[in-house]
């Protein structure tokens, strides 16, 4: 069984300042890992992924998130926030082994930037 | 090329009143999921087509929900008859065929549909 816990249901961060979404899995089998993205009335786009190989991986629009398997963390992390990357943040686990690869998602993160 | 599509974006019905929801995956990917998100809670995974055939339909809810994949293309979720902890955004997500191997590819989502039961 997977799960995912992402720390802050709502985080708010400066313009320019660091952001920081926190997300722990679980998982009994190498995960693979998800950021996913939702602006307002749009679906979830993918902001990156982890599968296989380097553990600090990048993403759209400035973003990068590092797997720590010790930690069992893939925080995702942009060095200078802008307003428009107010959204609503999702990590999801999903499975290397099997055919049926559904995403197991956290609870989200709504990401508020003031001006 | 065109995302995955869902229809209607909102719906609002009545208890007891049942509902059909539409995907439309991307032309060509075998594979159709759909998850649902009840308010406040996470996004949780319903079902799992690969053409027309359910691969996984362990997180459907109860037999009040009927899904299916005409053709390996389009799918509807249907809900008989509706309950108010029915409501939510339930969205669809399609990817390509994930070959003998397993092969990663990414799950494409569309907007999501807004279902209101009152």
């Known amino acids: 069984a997977q799960s995912v816990t992402q720390l802050g249901s709502h985080v708010s961060v400066s313009e320019g300042a660091l952001v920081l979404l926190r997300c722990n899995y679980s998982?009994?089998?190498?995960?693979?890992l998800f950021w996913y993205v939702q602006y307002p009335n749009q679906g979830l786009q993918l902001l990156l992924k982890?599968?296989?190989?380097?553990?600090l991986v990048k993403g759209i629009n400035g973003f990068e998130a590092e797997f720590k398997k010790s930690e069992t963390s893939f925080h995702l992390t942009k060095p200078s926030a802008h307003m428009s990357d107010a959204a609503e943040y999702f990590c999801?686990?999903?499975?290397?082994?099997?055919?049926?690869?559904?995403?197991?998602f956290g609870s989200g993160t709504q990401l508020t930037v003031l001006p | 090329e065109a995302g995955v599509t869902q229809f209607p974006s909102h719906s609002v019905i009545e208890k007891g009143q049942t509902v059909t929801l539409r995907c439309d995956p991307i032309?060509?990917?075998?594979?159709l999921y759909w998850y649902r998100r009840v308010m406040g809670k996470e996004i949780k995974f319903l079902l799992h087509?690969?053409?027309?055939?359910?691969?996984?339909e362990s997180g459907m809810p109860n037999n009040r929900f009927l899904a299916e994949r005409t053709g390996g293309t389009y799918s509807t979720l249907k809900v008989q008859p509706a309950e108010l902890e029915d409501s939510g955004v339930y969205f669809c997500?399609?990817?390509?065929?994930?070959?003998?191997?397993?092969?990663?590819?990414?799950?494409?989502f569309g907007p999501g549909t807004r279902l209101t039961v009152t």
């Open positions: 997500a399609s990817s390509p065929y994930l070959g003998s191997q397993g092969t990663f590819y990414e799950q494409y």
């Open positions: 982890y599968t296989t190989g380097a553990t």
């Open positions: 087509f690969v053409k027309e055939s359910k691969q996984d």
């Open positions: 998982s009994s089998v190498p995960p693979y």
């Open positions: 999801a686990v999903s499975t290397h082994s099997g055919s049926a690869r559904q995403l197991t």
């Open positions: 032309s060509g990917h075998d594979n």
